[in-house]
T-cell receptor
Framework: KNEVEQSPQNLTAQEGEFITINCSYS?????LHWLQQHPGGGIVSLFM???GKKKHGRLIATINIQEKHSSLHITASHPRDSAVYIC???????????FGTGTSLTVIP | DTAVSQTPKYLVTQMGNDKSIKCEQN?????MYWYKQDSKKFLKIMFS???????INETVPNRFSPKSPDKAHLNLHINSLELGDSAVYFC?????????FGQGTRLTVV
């Protein structure tokens, strides 16, 4: 069983839709990351969270430490949001990272 | 300036060859990693170094050997390349839970 579970694995949305990607983890963490990877591209860290909620443009990330759950929301989705979104948790003290399997998002115009 | 840089970005090579992928970070981080991303986009940790010392060595063939000449560099050497080694390899560094990734090296073994 993976330490980090993401859902859904694949998601297709119409442009403008509100999108939610969920992440659950089973280990104690020092931080949780939401990562974005465009096709053929590198990995970019969108958010690093240890509590609460963060917002950047149309992206919102929340985390509930007690429930070991995080969500990534995209408001007013756009085709350029099409990418793989990966949840990753950092576990101290060696800062080992565990990764979810990723959610492949396709936004259709 | 790129925080974590990997070279080369693309590598095509024949089976049986030996190749290296280089990684450098200019962030002053103590911890560096190598990950392999398989065809299903799942990232699996291969190695982790902290201050030039190996702290994680997952079950990878011993044809893969990391080398850390200093804490800013973590290179990956692969001997006797096999078809199944084809993948994207990512280098990363971290400090205090913050992680930065290189752009990835797409290795194709033919």
């Amino acid at each position: 069983k993976n330490e980090v579970e993401q859902s859904p694995q694949n998601l297709t949305a119409q442009e403008g839709e509100f999108i939610t990607i969920n992440c659950s983890y089973s280990v104690g963490i020092s931080a949780l990351h939401w990562l974005q990877q465009h096709p053929g591209g590198g990995i970019v860290s969108l958010f690093m969270l240890s509590s609460g909620k963060k917002k950047h443009g149309r992206l919102i990330a929340t985390i509930n430490i007690q429930e070991k759950h995080s969500s990534l929301h995209i408001t007013a989705s756009h085709p350029r949001d099409s990418a793989v979104y990966i949840c990753a948790v950092a576990q101290g003290p060696g800062n080992q990272f565990y990764f979810g399997t990723g959610t492949s998002l396709t936004v259709i115009p | 300036d790129t925080a974590v840089s990997q070279t080369p970005k693309y590598l095509v090579t024949q089976m049986g060859n030996d190749k290296s992928i280089k990684c450098e970070q200019n962030l002053g981080h103590d911890t560096m990693y190598w990950y392999k991303q398989d065809s299903k986009k799942f990232l699996k940790i291969m190695f982790s170094y902290n201050n030039k010392e190996l702290i994680i060595n997952e079950t990878v063939p011993n044809r893969f050997s990391p080398k850390s000449p200093d804490k800013a560099h973590l290179n990956l050497h692969i001997n006797s390349l096999e078809l199944g080694d084809s993948a994207v390899y990512f280098c990363a560094s971290s400090h205090g839970g913050a992680a930065f990734f290189g752009q990835g090296t797409r290795l194709t073994v033919v």
